[in-house]
């Protein structure tokens, strides 16, 4: 069973500009996460995707947004780069509800903003 | 609000020796409780949980009861190897709280010396 996929590995962007990361959810998962982690700052939610529909989103500004496709699978936008946005970028997926499920996650996206 | 502590390290251990990875949490319902390993350039896997007080989580020679009376959730294992030196995550999902995503440590970096 082919895990969480991510995509790009890495990518790097100037201050200003917009980042798209991708996430393909396990097979039959139907709810995406995504965390931010910064260095020193440790591992932040970010944003719950499940069945199409935004759930709830952690404490970040309105710049950073996603949606998830009819596939389940996510998109990132992160928008109005800051320097500070540089950061290692993780997807999860789970069948559901993360109180009943673990959340099984992909191998990140590595963002670095100049 | 939720949160997790636990020891940042880094853990330096000789091969054999036992590990301790201390964690407590607080949380405002009723958390599922979570051990993560990051290995280097790598995302998180999960390594072992726990959804009720009392429930003891184990996998490849580690273990971790889920304490409600202290709220804690440490992480041991009788005899570590060199390939277990990586960051190691506890984490919360508190269903109370509707899925909130994961609440997260900020990791213990552990060192297997052989």
């Known amino acids: 069973e082919a895990g969480v996929t991510q995509s790009p590995t890495h990518l790097i962007k100037t201050r200003g500009q917009q980042a798209t990361l991708r996430c393909s959810p396990i097979?039959?998962?139907?709810?995406v996460y995504w965390y931010q982690q910064a260095l020193g700052l440790g591992l932040q939610f970010l944003l719950w995707?499940?069945?199409?529909?935004?759930?709830n989103r952690g404490n970040f500004p309105p710049r950073f947004s996603g949606r998830q496709f009819p596939n389940y699978s996510s998109e990132l936008n992160v928008n109005a780069l800051e320097l500070e946005d540089s950061a290692l970028y993780l997807c999860?997926?789970?069948?559901?509800?993360?109180?009943?499920?673990?959340?099984?996650f992909g191998p990140g996206t590595r963002l670095t903003v100049l | 609000g939720n949160s997790v502590t636990q020891m940042e390290g880094p853990v330096t251990l000789s091969e054999e020796a036992f590990l301790t990875i201390n964690c407590t949490y607080t949380a405002t319902g009723y958390p599922s409780l979570f051990w993560y390993v990051q290995y280097p350039g790598e995302g998180l896997q999960l390594l072992l949980k726990?959804?009720?007080?009392?429930d003891k989580g184990s996998n490849k020679g580690f273990e971790a009861t889920y304490r409600k009376e202290t709220t804690s959730f440490h992480l041991e294992k009788g005899s570590v190897q060199v390939s277990d030196s990586a960051v190691y995550f506890c984490?919360?999902?508190?269903?109370?709280?509707?899925?909130?995503?994961?609440?997260f440590g900020k990791g213990t970096h552990l060192i297997i010396q052989p």
């Open positions: 984490a919360l999902s508190d269903y109370g709280r509707g899925a909130d995503g994961l609440t």
């Open positions: 726990a959804t009720k007080a009392d």
């Open positions: 995707y499940d069945e199409g529909e935004e759930r």
């Open positions: 097979s039959g998962h139907t709810s």
């Open positions: 999860a997926s789970s069948p559901g509800l993360a109180g009943y499920n673990e959340q099984f």
